[in-house]
């Protein structure tokens, strides 16, 4: 059965610091897709970044990279430079490829101090 | 472009009540998909629709029904509302198979409340 996980139920960290939310995932295709979104507390969905599992090289979007590790099966988001707007639920999302069914992992509640 | 968008944005229902939650998309998506969010469960989806006419469903299907007449429109409907589906309900929407990058487009959201 396919599943993501994420074990951070919340995290802090400074200003200008980075930041590592963890998301794993398990599942037996060998092509899928990765997504994280963030959710802020006026809470619409925002998508932040998308890594294909044959993709070589770790997706980046501005400040926002993704550690991946597939042998490990992790994907990781990485936030650098955090600012207080970065304060929001982060969302890991999976979609295998061909069975247009997205799962979600619970989700990392971030706050960032000023 | 509105993008994807839902109403109404807040519901309160009595047990047994039935409704239809609207949804509607003019990005030409072939993809739509309606989620419920509950504390601590992270979003879970509920039916999908990869195109007018066809629809499938989800990881909690039950109490549900979809139809999809259209490209534009995935209205998800209550038939006898009960208690557990008090939830936040996201639509969303995604180009589909051809492109790789499939990342989903969100509605707004519906906050419905069940007494």
């Known amino acids: 059965a396919q599943k993501i996980t994420q074990t951070q139920p919340g995290m802090f960290v400074q200003e200008k610091e980075a930041v590592t939310l963890d998301c794993t995932y398990d599942?037996?295709?060998?092509?899928?897709?990765l997504f994280w979104y963030k959710q802020p507390s006026s809470g619409e969905m925002i998508f932040l970044i998308y890594?294909?599992?044959?993709?070589?090289q770790n997706a980046t979007e501005g400040r926002y990279s993704l550690n991946f590790q597939k042998a490990r099966k992790s994907a990781n988001l990485v936030i650098s430079a955090s600012q207080l707007g970065d304060s929001a639920m982060y969302f890991c999302?999976?979609?295998?490829?061909?069975?247009?069914?997205?799962?979600f992992g619970t989700g990392t509640r971030l706050k960032v101090l000023a | 472009n509105a993008g994807v968008t839902q109403t109404p944005k807040f519901q309160v229902l009595k047990t047994g009540q039935s409704m239809t939650l609207q949804c509607a998309q003019d990005?030409?998506?072939?993809?739509m998909s309606w989620y419920r969010q509950d504390p601590g469960m992270g979003l879970r989806l509920i039916h999908y629709?990869?195109?007018?006419?066809?629809?499938d469903q989800g990881e909690v299907p039950n109490g549900y029904n979809v139809s999809r007449s259209t490209t534009e429109d995935f209205p998800l409907r209550l038939l006898s509302a009960a208690p557990s589906q008090t939830s936040v309900y996201f639509c969303?929407?995604?180009?589909?198979?051809?492109?790789?990058?499939?990342?989903?487009?969100f509605g707004p959201g519906t906050r419905l409340t069940v007494l």
């Open positions: 969303a929407s995604s180009y589909g198979r051809e492109v790789a990058r499939n990342e989903q487009f």
């Open positions: 599942t037996s295709d060998p092509s899928y897709g």
């Open positions: 890594q294909g599992s044959y993709d070589q």
């Open positions: 999302a999976m979609e295998s490829s061909g069975t247009y069914k997205y799962i």
């Open positions: 990005m030409n998506h072939e993809y």
């Open positions: 629709s990869v195109g007018a006419g066809i629809t």
